[in-house]
């Protein structure tokens, strides 16, 4: 496959650390020292589903397509308002497409895996024109008075529309279960036969663990991937992580022995968006001119499972 357009929608409401220090026990030094985020875009009238749409139709008019020259869509989400149905079938019904679509959850990986999906059902011959989506809201998964997790989150939606083509190189994907280090549970509603103990909480974040297991995981996964296609290091044009935490992608640099201006980041001002934030900084990158015909990209993520994705592609567009 090929990617052939990209689109992403941002919450209005901009939340600085300036305003987080009105009400938790912290500072914007504190903040920018530990995660290197200054501020965040959060939902406060909108809806998730609106903010999927109109990403998803950015890329397709980006694509020079229309919502009925779709065949497949693929929306990587963790959490939203809607249990059922998926968050992809409402997309759907809101572009106008006719066709058929599925959600996945691999937490903040999800992005990558969807490509990998689209990748897979493009080869066998089952799609031609797949729409890949990631749509998330982890601000509604904290607790906004933990500033150790609740600092940390944006919301946001990122979409790219790939085809047939010979743009997807390669691709690396990983599962470790670590229920244990980060985890977010609710309860369901309740029958009158249930007798187990049930919990409902915010998020749980272990971030020394996550830290470490995230930096040492992807950066495997980037070197593997770098030797299976008998590339250097300095081949690439970006690695586009997942921008989860400002000091995550530099010790993920420093493994690799690369300086940051092949790291670009956005985490400063969006927050971590969950498995939305890779594809926010692909369209970001691509709409301000810094994607060139040929250009070698690693998208690579991590998140809760622990699951972690990483691809190569050649930017074709």
């Not at 994907?173 to 049930?198: F, G, N």
């Not at 950066?219 to 995550?248: C, T, V």
């Not at 991590?302 to 050649?314: K, Q, R, S």
Request: some cysteine; overall charge negative.
């Amino acid at each position: 496959m090929k990617i052939i357009g990209t689109g992403r929608a941002h919450p209005a409401k901009v939340v600085t650390n300036a305003m987080l220090e009105e009400f938790l026990d912290t500072s914007n030094k504190w903040i920018v020292e530990r995660t290197g985020i200054s501020e965040r875009k959060l939902i406060t009238n909108e809806r998730l589903e609106e903010l999927a749409v109109k990403a998803s139709l950015l890329a397709i008019e980006d694509a020079g397509l229309k919502p009925k020259d779709i065949d497949y869509i693929i929306c990587s989400n963790v959490v939203n308002e809607y249990i059922t149905p998926s968050l992809s079938c409402i997309v759907q019904g809101a572009i106008g497409a006719k066709c058929a679509c599925v959600d996945v959850n691999v937490a903040c990986a999800g992005f990558v895996y969807a490509l990998d999906m689209a990748d897979d059902r493009i080869k066998c011959g089952k799609a031609k024109n797949i729409l890949v989506l990631a749509a998330e809201e982890p601000t509604r998964m904290v607790d906004w008075s933990d500033r150790a997790t609740c600092v940390l989150f944006g919301d946001g939606a990122g979409a790219v529309v790939v085809t047939e083509g010979e743009g997807y190189m390669g691709s690396r994907l990983s599962a470790v279960s670590m229920t244990d280090s980060l985890h977010y549970m609710r309860c369901l509603e309740p029958t009158p036969y249930i007798t187990k103990e049930e919990l409902s909480a915010p998020m749980y974040m272990n971030g020394r663990q996550v830290f470490k297991t995230a930096v040492m995981l992807s950066s495997r996964d980037i070197k593997a991937l770098l030797a299976d296609e008998g590339l250097a290091p300095e081949d690439i044009k970006y690695y586009i992580l997942h921008q989860a935490n400002m000091r995550i992608i530099e010790a993920v640099a420093n493994h690799m022995e690369l300086d940051m201006s092949y790291f670009p980041h956005n985490v400063e001002y969006c927050g971590n968006t969950s498995s939305a934030s890779v594809a926010l900084l692909l369209d970001e990158l691509h709409r301000a001119g810094k994607l060139q015909r040929g250009d070698k990209l690693i998208l690579s993520a991590f998140g809760a499972g622990f699951t972690t994705g990483t691809c190569l592609i050649e930017w074709t567009k």
